[in-house]
């Protein structure tokens, strides 16, 4: 069957602009930057003001460091981060001083003084290492992925802010976990003890929270985690809004739910 002038101009058409359409689904939207991994056929679509990094900032002597905080300083986060190897890392660039001081009189004749933080923010993708595993770490092959993202409550210092979860991107399965405080490396004179747990936010006089999440998952037999950071919930929220694109599938938000803070 031969196809008339008409028909066959329709079909180039139609061809034509489901190219155009693919192509403006693929672009990255206002404000936003990309980056591909062909070999994790993976593409990320983030913030425009976040710079990318090296990725050895966030190793220290082969030992992945999580929000400052190494696996060789602390024997409890070791298990969850000694076989991470970072992919991507992004930075929110320091610009002005580290902070600001504000003061004003208040109505007992006394002063207040409320010291504001630069706002700091970090993204990191990083891939585990299967072959690093122990044996006893594989025999506990099933909570791995919890682990990795879970590793954000483990640090010293850090406080859950919401229950792990799991939940779907597009079809791809990832798991949540979130948590508050300040990193705090744990010495000989400090040693971890569960019975008495790290100070609340209110109660780290003159220090500022960070706030983190951790997102994992099985893509194509690579598991992957992101740790987001900041010591801000809004710019936290704004950059878990990362778009993800998982090979052919449509992008999306890689965690679209706005996380609040603990109480203070």
């Given amino acids: 069957m031969t196809l008339s002038r008409a028909s066959r101009t329709l079909a180039a058409t139609l061809f034509v602009l489901t190219l155009s359409l693919t192509a403006n689904a693929q672009a990255p939207g206002p404000n936003q930057t990309e980056w591909e991994n062909e070999d994790l056929n993976l593409r990320l679509f983030y913030p425009s003001d976040l710079v990318k990094a090296d990725t050895a900032q966030v190793m220290h002597d082969g030992n992945f460091t999580l929000f400052g905080i190494s696996g060789a300083a602390d024997a409890n986060l070791a298990e969850a981060t000694r076989c991470l190897r970072p992919t991507l890392l992004l930075e929110l660039p320091e610009s002005g001083p580290s902070q600001t001081t504000k003061s004003q009189p208040t109505s007992d004749g006394g002063t207040q003084v409320t010291v504001t933080p630069a706002v700091t923010a970090t993204i990191v993708l990083a891939e585990l290492d299967i072959d690093c595993l122990t044996p006893e770490q594989q025999s506990k092959s099933t909570t791995l992925l919890a682990d990795m993202a879970e590793a954000v409550t483990r640090v010293p210092g850090m406080k859950p802010i919401a229950k792990p979860a799991w939940y779907n991107v597009g079809w791809q399965k990832v798991h949540m ?7 705090q490396a744990q010495t000989q004179s400090q040693p971890a003890n569960p019975s008495n747990p790290q100070p609340s936010a209110s109660q780290l006089s003159g220090q500022f929270p960070l706030y983190t999440l951790g997102l994992s998952t099985n893509w194509n037999n690579h598991l992957l985690v992101w740790y987001f950071s900041s010591n801000s919930i809004d710019t936290l929220n704004r950059i878990t809004k990362t778009t993800v694109r998982f090979g ?7 965690y679209s739910v706005p996380m609040g803070n603990a109480a203070q």
């Fill in 248 to 254: 052919r599938a449509q992008a999306a938000p890689l």
């Fill in 177 to 183: 976990a979130a948590a508050q405080g300040q990193p």
